[in-house]
């Protein structure tokens, strides 16, 4: 069975850095890409950006292009999304999600980590 | 401001049916495949319908979609309480090069 696990609920401070875990059971790791959604507090979802782990090529999407970067250890099967700087703004539930073979199609979703920036 | 444009709300009875739907463009949902996403309160988002129209294993038939030209429609009959969740379309964006996604519709089964 397909499974995500994401690392568990970071409370920080703006201008402090953090990055969340998201590791991938059930299925050949390398071969399909993951990607990282988020959900702002009460809001829809926004796409931030993927990963192919075979070959760690990334994308990032527009709204935060610059602000976080993605990696993967394929090693333990695990994705990475981190910021250096964290704002207010960035406070959000935050999932990862295996992308099928069709991109338009998210089919798995990680269990979501929250992060909280407040001074 | 979403890419996709879905009612922010519907309610319908217990046992009756309700149709969701997802306005896009020929940018996006014109010429790709649309998926449809099931949040129940505070938990994450599952495919519910993926490739306009086909059900993952274990989604029930109760649910069902389809596509024209820009537009989407999941549907749902039978309703029961349990389907009380947020309502999410997905698709690929052919010029943004993201997945673009609707705002939600929040299904209430009164």
């Known amino acids: 069975e397909v499974e995500l696990e994401q690392s568990g609920a970071e409370v920080k401070k703006p201008g402090e850095s953090v990055r969340i875990s998201c590791q991938g059971f059930?299925?050949?790791?390398?071969?399909?890409?993951i990607a990282w959604v988020r959900q702002k507090p009460g809001k829809g979802l926004e796409w931030m950006g993927i990963?192919?782990?075979?070959?760690?090529?990334?994308r990032y999407g527009p709204s935060v292009e610059g602000q976080v970067t993605i990696s993967v250890d394929t090693s333990i099967a695990t994705a990475y999304l981190e910021w250096k700087s964290l704002k207010a703004s960035d406070t959000g539930m935050y999932f990862c999600?295996?992308?099928?073979?069709?991109?338009?199609?998210?089919?798995?979703w990680g269990q979501g980590t929250l992060v909280a920036v407040s001074s | 401001q979403s890419v996709l444009t879905q009612p922010p709300s519907l309610s319908a009875a217990p046992g009756q049916r309700v149709t969701i739907s997802c306005s896009g463009s020929?940018?996006?949902?014109?010429?790709?495949?649309v998926s449809w996403y099931q949040q129940l309160p505070g938990t994450a988002p599952k495919l519910l319908i993926y490739?306009?129209?086909k059900r993952p294993s274990g989604i029930p038939d109760r649910f069902s979609g389809s596509k024209s030209d820009t537009s989407a429609t999941l549907g749902i009959t039978g309703l029961q309480t349990g389907d009380e969740a947020d309502y999410f379309c997905?698709?690929?964006?052919?010029?943004?090069?993201?997945?673009?996604f609707g705002g939600g519709t929040k299904l209430t089964v009164l």
């Open positions: 999600v295996r992308r099928h073979v069709d991109k338009s199609t998210l089919d798995f």
């Open positions: 059930g299925y050949t790791f390398s071969s399909y890409w």
């Open positions: 990963i192919y782990p075979g070959d760690s090529d990334t």
């Open positions: 020929t940018f996006n949902i014109g010429n790709n495949y």
């Open positions: 490739e306009n129209d």
């Open positions: 997905g698709t690929w964006d052919t010029s943004l090069s993201v997945v673009v």
